[in-house]
């Protein structure tokens, strides 16, 4: 069974980078051909998909994200991250990791990471 | 980016009820579709794929149909544990997109 794992600062302040780091058990994230995800909910609010990283290392980020976002891999630790510069208030959210099942569709999600962004 | 719109936005039902709730694509995904059920504090859960494939390990009271732009998930008969928040999300393209959301109270 695949787990997930969300850690990271849970207050940032504004202007400055949120990092987060997702580590996963129960497979490997650079073989099976599943797409890794960052997703994020607004307090009380629906949900955003952030982007991916294919297991062959290829991202994919949602163009209003773009510029702001890097999703890398570290295969050794078997993990993935998530670095959003620039950060606002706006920003503030909880963020969670998530595999697909086949199809993108999130089939395994972490825990979710409250991040918080203030001075 | 195509827009998923939920409707309703909440819902009141009793146990025993049978609830439907639809949403809507702005423009055609073919199946590409899932409904998630989420509580308090937790990741969202995936109930349905592909429109109306059922997730291993889900009761199947749970049902979903529709294909194109339109799509209904429905709960045969409520029980105390399906009160929650319940969303859609596009696979269809880039970005993925989800619906608003459903929440379910108890009336």
């Known amino acids: 069974q695949v787990q997930l794992q969300e850690s990271g600062p849970g207050l940032v302040k504004p202007s400055q980078t949120l990092s987060l780091t997702c580590t996963v058990s129960g497979g490997s994230i650079s073989s099976g051909g599943y797409y890794w995800s960052w997703i994020r909910q607004h307090p009380g609010k629906g949900l955003e998909w952030i982007g991916y990283?294919?297991?062959?290392?290829?991202?994919y980020y949602s163009p209003s994200l773009k510029s702001r976002v890097i999703i890398s891999a570290d295969t050794s630790k078997n993990q993935f991250s998530l670095e959003l510069t620039s950060v606002t208030a706006a920003d503030t959210a909880v963020y969670y990791c998530?595999?697909?099942?086949?199809?993108?569709?999130?089939?395994?999600w972490g825990q979710g990471a409250l991040v918080t962004v203030s001075t | 980016d195509i827009q998923m719109t939920q409707s309703p936005s909440s819902v009141s039902a009793s146990v025993g009820d049978r609830v439907t709730i639809t949403c809507r694509a702005s423009q055609g995904i073919s199946n590409w579709l899932a409904w998630y059920q989420q509580k308090p504090g937790k990741a969202p859960k995936l109930l349905i794929y592909?429109?109306?494939s059922l997730q291993s390990g889900v009761p199947s009271r749970f049902s979903g149909s529709g294909s194109g732009t339109d799509f209904t998930l429905t709960i045969s008969s409520l029980q105390p544990e399906d009160f929650a928040t319940y969303f859609c999300l596009q696979a269809n393209s880039f970005p993925l997109t989800f619906g608003g959301g459903t929440k379910v109270e108890i009336k």
């Open positions: 998530a595999r697909d099942h086949g199809g993108h569709y999130f089939a395994y």
């Open positions: 990283i294919y297991y062959t290392g290829s991202t």
């Open positions: 592909a429109a109306s």
